[in-house]
C-alpha cells in the first residue's frame, strides 16, 4: 500500500506541475493537453468503479460520457440563443452555469444508469458487455438522428461556460477546476473501496454466491456502483465538452467507450489512480506519436497486448507490484 | 418434542432422468447435530442448495423455525437465520481473512450500503468478524490474503463466516473435507460447542467425525433417505450396511 500510495501522489503531482510550468512558460496547448488528462482521467475512475471494484465490464460509458456532454450542449445551447428549453407545464432555461450543468449532467446519467444499470445487470459476462454496448449505440443513433441539437454534427457553443468567482477561459483556471474534481473523484473512490459498501461490492465480484449466503444482494451492490460510475463519468462528459466547446454523437460512440476502458487497462484494473496513468499515458501517445504518424493507433494496440499478456496489473502493477488487499 | 428449527417435507428435484432428491423429509432439532451421509453423488450437496435456496425443489417444502421458506431468495433465508458452508470453499480469495469475516458481519448487520465509513475501523464488525476468526483458530492468519491460506484454513474460514451471521441453524457441506487429522479433530471439537448456539445439519464423508458428533444420522442414497436414527441404530441398520457402510460396519 505504501509503494502505491507514493506513486499515486507523484503522479498527481506531476499532472499538477506539468500545466503550471507550462502556465509559466505561457504554452496554452499543454495546459489543455494536461487539462484532457485530468478529464478522460475522471471519466476512467467513474469505470473503474464499476469495471475494478464490481468486475462490471461495461462497453457502454460513451452513453455517460455523452449524456454529460449533451447535458452541457444542450443548456448553454439554449442559454446563448435566449431560448428556453421548454415552456410547460413549466419553465426551464439554459443555463451557462458550470456547477447547474455539473449537476444536471450527474443526475441524467445517474438515472440513465439506473435504466441501463437494471436491465443489463440481470445478466452477466459477455451478455452484459453486449447489452451496454447496444444501450450505448442506441443514444449514439438517437443522437445522430436529432436535429434539435445539430444531429450528426453535433451542437457548438461559443463561450466556454462559467464559474462563480473564477475566470474559466484562462487555461489555467479552466484546469485547475478539472482537476480539483479529479481530486475529488479520487477521494471519493478511495473512500468508497474501504467502505462497507466497496468491502461487499468487491466480494460480489469475486463469489456472488458467498455475497447472498451472508444475506447481501450482488445485484443491488452492482446497481449502485453502476449508478455511482456512470455519474462520475457523466461529469467528466460535461467538462470534455466544455473544454472543447463541441459536443457530437462522437462522445456516445463504442470507440468512446472502448477509450475509457484503455485508460483503465493502461493503467491498472481496479487501482485508485490506474486511470490517471492510463489517460495520462494515452494522451501522451496520442501527442507524440500521432504527432509522427497517423497510424499511432497501431502502437496503441501493441501496448495494450504487452499490457495484457505481461503486465495484468498495467502501469500501476508494474511500479507498485501485487495489488494489496485494502489495507 | 420440541419443534424442529429446520425441516423439509417431502422435497423432490429431478434432473433429467436423475432422481437426486426422491421425497426428502427431515428434521433439524434445537440443540442437534443431524449428520447427512451417503455417497458420492447421492444428492447431498443438492439437498443443501434447495434448502438454502439455490437450487429450487420440483416439490416439497422447506421450513425454517416453523414458516415456510420455500419461496424465498437464498439472501432471505440467510437472513432468516440459515448459516451455510460450501462444498467447494466460496471466498473473496483476494481479499483478506478479515475482509471476508467482516462481510458476514456486514451480512449479519442486514446491509452494507455505506459508503464512507472505513469498513475496517468499524469496532462493532470488526468484534464479531475477529471473535469469529478467534474461534476457528484463524485469528493469526487475519490480515493473510485468502488464496495464500491452506485449503484447511478455508474450510475453517467458511463456518467462521457463518459463525458471524449468529445463525438459528447451521447447514455445513462436508466442512472437514481435505483437512488433515489434525484440522478434522480440532473442527470436531468446534462444531461440538457450536451446537449449543443453533443446531447444525452436516453432510460429512469422514465417519469418525460424524459418529463423534450426531445426534441423529440419516443416510441418503440416490436421492433417498433409506435409514434416519441415533448412531448405534445406523450402525445395526442392515439396509446402511449393505448400501453404503458396508466395509467398515
Ligand atoms: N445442476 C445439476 N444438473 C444436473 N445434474 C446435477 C446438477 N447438480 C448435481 N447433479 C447431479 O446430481 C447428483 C447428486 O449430486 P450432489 O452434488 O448433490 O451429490 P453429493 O451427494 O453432494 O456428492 P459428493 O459427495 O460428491 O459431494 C450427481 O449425480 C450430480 O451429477
Ligand atoms: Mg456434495
Known amino acids: ?327 | 418434542m420440541t419443534d424442529p428449527v429446520l425441516a423439509t417435507h417431502n422435497i423432490s428435484k429431478q434432473f433429467g432422468a436423475l432422481k437426486a432428491s426422491d421425497d426428502i423429509s427431515l428434521t433439524l432439532r434445537p440443540g442437534e447435530i443431524h449428520a447427512i451421509i451417503g455417497p458420492n453423488g447421492a444428492g447431498k450437496s443438492t439437498l443443501i442448495a434447495q434448502i438454502c435456496g439455490t437450487l429450487a425443489p420440483d416439490s416439497g417444502r422447506v421450513e425454517l423455525m416453523g414458516r415456510d421458506v420455500t419461496a424465498l431468495t437464498t439472501r432471505a433465508r440467510a437472513q432468516a437465520g440459515l448459516g451455510r458452508t460450501f462444498q467447494i470453499s466460496a471466498l473473496a480469495m483476494e481479499d483478506t481473512v478479515l475482509q471476508n469475516a467482516l462481510l458476514g458481519a456486514l451480512g449479519a448487520r442486514g446491509g452494507a450500503f455505506a459508503m464512507f465509513r472505513r469498513a475496517l475501523s468499524d469496532t462493532n464488525l470488526r468484534d464479531v468478524a475477529m471473535m469469529a476468526l478467534e474461534r476457528v483458530g484463524l485469528a493469526d492468519e487475519a490480515s493473510m490474503r485468502t488464496s495464500d491460506l491452506s485449503h484447511g484454513q478455508r474450510r475453517q474460514l467458511e463456518v467462521a463466516i457463518a459463525l458471524t451471521l449468529n445463525p438459528k441453524a447451521f447447514v455445513m457441506d462436508e466442512p472437514m473435507a481435505g483437512m488433515g487429522a489434525e484440522g478434522s479433530a480440532k473442527m470436531t471439537g468446534l462444531l461440538d460447542e457450536l451446537r449449543k448456539e443453533a443446531p447444525i445439519l452436516l453432510v460429512e464423508h469422514d465417519m469418525d467425525a460424524v459418529f463423534a458428533l450426531a445426534d441423529r444420522l440419516s443416510v441418503l442414497v440416490y436421492g433417498r433417505i433409506i435409514a434416519t436414527g441415533s448412531v448405534s441404530e445406523i450402525r445395526a441398520n442392515k439396509d446402511v450396511q449393505q448400501a453404503y457402510l458396508g466395509e467398515d460396519a
Not at chain 1, 222 to 251: C, E
Not at chain 1, 293 to 309: A, C, D, K, P, R
Request: hydrophobic share 55%; aromatic share 12%.
Open chain 1, 1 to 327: 500500500m505504501k509503494r502505491e500510495t507514493l506513486i499515486n501522489a507523484a503522479l498527481l503531482l506531476g499532472l499538477l506541475l506539468v500545466p503550471l510550468w507550462a502556465y509559466v512558460t505561457d504554452e496554452p496547448f499543454t495546459i489543455t493537453l494536461a487539462t484532457k488528462v485530468a478529464i478522460l482521467a475522471l471519466a476512467g475512475v467513474g469505470l473503474n468503479i464499476a469495471l475494478g471494484l464490481g468486475g462490471l465490464v461495461s462497453l457502454g460509458h460513451a452513453a455517460f460520457f455523452g449524456i454529460g456532454g449533451y447535458a452541457m450542449g444542450i443548456l448553454a445551447s439554449h442559454a446563448q440563443s435566449y431560448t428556453p428549453l421548454m415552456e410547460s407545464p413549466f419553465l426551464i432555461e439554459g443555463t451557462k452555469s458550470m456547477p447547474v450543468i455539473w449537476v444536471t449532467a450527474i443526475l441524467a446519467s445517474a438515472l440513465a444508469a439506473l435504466v441501463i444499470g437494471t436491465l443489463s445487470l440481470r445478466t452477466s459476462g459477455v451478455y452484459f458487455i453486449m447489452i451496454t454496448l447496444a444501450f450505448g449505440q442506441m443514444l449514439f443513433f438517437f443522437a445522430i438522428s436529432w436535429p434539435a441539437y445539430g444531429g450528426e454534427d453535433g451542437l457548438s457553443i461559443y463561450v466556454r461556460n462559467g464559474f462563480p468567482g473564477m475566470n474559466t477561459l484562462d487555461p489555467i483556471q479552466f484546469f485547475a477546476l478539472c482537476f480539483a474534481l479529479l481530486l475529488a473523484a479520487l477521494w471519493f473512490s478511495h473512500r468508497l473501496a474501504n467502505a462497507p459498501f466497496g468491502l461487499a461490492l468487491n466480494a460480489a465480484r469475486q463469489s456472488p454466491a458467498r455475497v447472498e449466503t451472508v444475506g447481501l444482494s450482488p445485484f443491488h451492490l452492482r446497481l449502485i456502483a453502476f449508478i455511482i460510475s456512470g455519474a462520475i463519468t457523466g461529469l467528466a462528459g460535461a467538462l470534455f465538452a466544455d473544454l472543447n466547446r463541441f459536443v457530437s454523437p462522437n462522445m456516445l460512440s463504442w470507440q468512446t467507450s472502448g477509450e475509457i476502458m484503455i485508460f483503465i487497462i493502461l493503467g491498472g484494473v481496479g487501482r485508485l489512480c490506474g486511470p490517471v496513468a492510463g489517460a495520462a499515458l494515452f494522451i501522451a501517445l496520442e501527442h507524440f506519436l500521432g504527432g509522427l504518424s497517423e497510424f499511432w493507433h497501431i502502437w496503441l494496440g501493441l501496448l495494450l497486448l504487452l499490457v495484457v499478456l505481461f503486465a495484468r496489473g498495467g502501469l500501476i502493477g508494474v511500479l507498485a507490484g501485487r495489488q494489496v488487499a485494502h489495507d
